[in-house]
């Protein structure tokens, strides 16, 4: 009796259909069939290593479809950087004196795929403001006499109208110019007319023409990478500093490169903004746009230049009255500079009597620079221009660094438009007391922070205001 009332207690609860009636082993199978398992989706992980410009390196664990963008935001949440969407990672071909960004679609592992045994090839984390800069300003990097749009299209073309005709896939406007190629298997360069058209980029063989008969192809790039030269002419023996080359993916070495070199950086930079856009096309702006997904306004192709943080809050005020204004005009804004400067130079002043004899404060403004990013201690004139360019040639790039040739002075390396100028600070000694000064001691600074920090607010006697510094960061 008291199996039979178990039993029916077991009858009483509803039964619930198996769902995955094919995992369910029958007494009549004894083995269960591999084709019924779901297949495994595992995502295979390497390590990857990753420089900083101080040569300090971090290995991370990634999967293997981890994308460059990926990356560079993994290494800002671990080292706590702030992300001003100009991280980049970078490709360095130490011995060949090559480097390129990656973009920021591109898989890590298929770069790394690509790296051939005996050349020793690293990954840098760095910033890099010219990433994404002919987006905002497509003007300044397509020179009227290296472009040529085709006979339908008007002459004169909107901002948005360039960045329509790049990133069409109907179109593509025609960019030509004298280039310098190294001949195949010689130490030897020829100066070449060179066009680039969607199906490649060509030479003519006969002066500037650009018939049909005339042009012979040179190279195209859906399966090789763009460098740019990081040592100028000192490995290849090139008649000028401007050099980029092509190299095929998984080539077996610096005798299958394709090198050119321009004659100047405007026409290098046009060149190889025109060819990245010719080989990504949309998914360049894809990428630019990312970050700003979810804005009202930013429709493809409808975008308007996008300002810095400090620019947009940088302005001149007048607080003299009960009630602040911004100054709209730019001589007031100017005599406001002026003044705000001899006011610095008042403050300075100040500063130096109240905290002790003028030597003990002349020798605490001497080394009180050392600690910020900006200051590069004793680099050379190449290795600044070399960090500048890395970072970009965007107006405003700057470093401050020790003079070689004059052991008292410093020297602030800036860019803009598309070169690095260099500016000597030059220590001024008045009654006593020492100061820093740019222009001859008609603005003087007690240190070079106090000098770096005007001229960011300022433009003065420098072409532009300093904008973003060269920092050797540490991972």
């Known amino acids: ?278 080989k990504y096309g949309m998914q360049l702006y894809q990428n630019y746009m990312q970050p700003y997904q979810g804005r009202s306004g930013c429709s493809p192709l409808n975008i308007t230049p996008m300002r810095s943080i400090s620019e947009n809050s940088l302005v001149a005020m007048d607080f003299s009255g009960h009630r602040s204004r911004i100054i709209e005009n730019p001589t007031e804004a100017l005599s406001v500079a002026v003044e705000e400067g001899l006011a610095w130079r008042r403050r300075g002043c100040l500063r130096l009597n109240s905290h002790g004899s003028p030597i003990a404060m002349s020798n605490m403004g001497m080394s009180i620079h050392r600690s910020q990013s900006w200051f590069h201690h004793k680099i050379s004139r190449e290795e600044a221009q070399r960090l500048i360019l890395q970072h970009g040639l965007v107006d405003g790039v700057f470093l401050v660094r020790d003079s070689q040739s004059n052991p008292k002075t410093f020297v602030l390396s800036l860019s803009h438009g598309l070169k690095i100028k260099h500016f000597q600070i030059v220590p001024l000694e008045d009654d006593g007391k020492l100061f820093y000064t740019l222009d001859d001691g008609h603005t003087r600074f007690t240190d070079l922070i106090q000098l770096v920090e005007f001229y960011q607010l300022n433009k003065g006697v420098l072409p532009c205001k300093l904008k973003h510094y060269c920092a050797r960061i540490a991972l």
């Open 1 to 278: 009796n008291r199996r039979k009332k178990k039993d029916d207690s077991i009858l009483e609860i509803p039964s619930i259909p198996n769902p995955f009636p094919e995992l369910c082993c029958s007494p009549f199978a004894s083995v269960l069939s591999a084709s019924l398992l779901p297949k495994a989706t595992s995502r295979k992980k390497q390590v990857i290593k990753v420089y900083s410009e101080d040569d300090t390196s971090r290995a991370l664990e990634v999967p293997s479809d981890i994308t460059a963008r990926d990356v560079c935001q993994l290494l800002i949440l671990k080292n706590h950087y702030i992300d001003d969407h100009s991280w980049t990672l970078f490709e360095q071909l130490t011995h060949t004196g090559l480097g390129r960004a990656i973009e920021d679609h591109e898989l890590v592992t298929e770069v790394q795929s690509n790296w051939v045994m005996e050349e020793e090839t690293k990954l840098y984390f760095r910033k890099n403001y010219a990433k994404y800069e002919f987006f905002k300003n497509p003007l300044s990097f397509f020179p009227d006499h290296m472009i040529s749009f085709p006979s339908e299209t008007n002459a004169a073309l909107s901002h948005s109208g360039i960045l329509q005709m790049f990133l069409s896939s109907s179109t593509y406007p025609e960019i030509h110019g004298y280039l310098h190629a190294k001949e195949q298997g010689k130490k030897s360069w020829k100066k070449l007319y060179f066009l680039l058209r969607r199906s490649g980029l060509y030479f003519s063989t006969k002066g500037t023409s650009k018939e049909p008969r005339h042009l012979q192809f040179f190279c195209e790039f859906s399966n090789s990478d763009m460098y740019m030269s990081l040592t100028g002419k000192k490995l290849s023996g090139a008649p000028t500093n401007y050099g980029f080359c092509f190299k095929p993916n998984k080539s077996g070495g610096t005798r299958d490169l394709k090198q050119l070199c321009a004659d100047d950086e405007q026409s290098r930079t046009c060149w190889m903004t025109a060819i990245r856009l010719l």
